[in-house]
């Protein structure tokens, strides 16, 4: 099972960098291949979102995530278009707090053949943009 893990330095604090992650209705408006994402039940520190996203084609799934204070956010797979998907935003404070070492894990399984351009695609260019995206949210809300 591939697994990716990226990190980026984002000038907000961690709390601030963890609303923009927990607004997941907001992800369609800034990352490029999200064509949707639907809260579909929402408690104090746990969602689960329906999300579409089109890489390639459209691929659809629903994962539960569950908040862990203000530095970190796991999910899980429940149901969708891949084996497995697992994964975590772990939030490191920089500069006594004022900035945030991100650091995304991601652990998928596609449950088919994909070929090895596409992964690395995926892994190489998705991924980077992506954390790219999310930093450009969190500084622009600050």
Known sequence: MPVARLSID???????LMRVICDFAAYPRFL????????????????TV???????RRVEYTLDHVREGDTRLRWA????????????WDLEPLDDGTRTRATYTLEIDLGMFVPGSVVKTLLEQNLPATLAAFKQRAEAKG
């Open 10 to 16: 984002i000038d907000v604090p961690p709390a601030a």
């Open 32 to 47: 490029p291949d999200m064509e949707e994402a639907t809260v579909l039940r929402a408690e104090p520190a746990r969602w």
């Open 50 to 56: 329906r999300y579409a996203v089109r890489i390639i």
């Open 77 to 88: 797979l429940v149901e969708g278009a891949f084996k497995s998907n697992n994964g975590a």
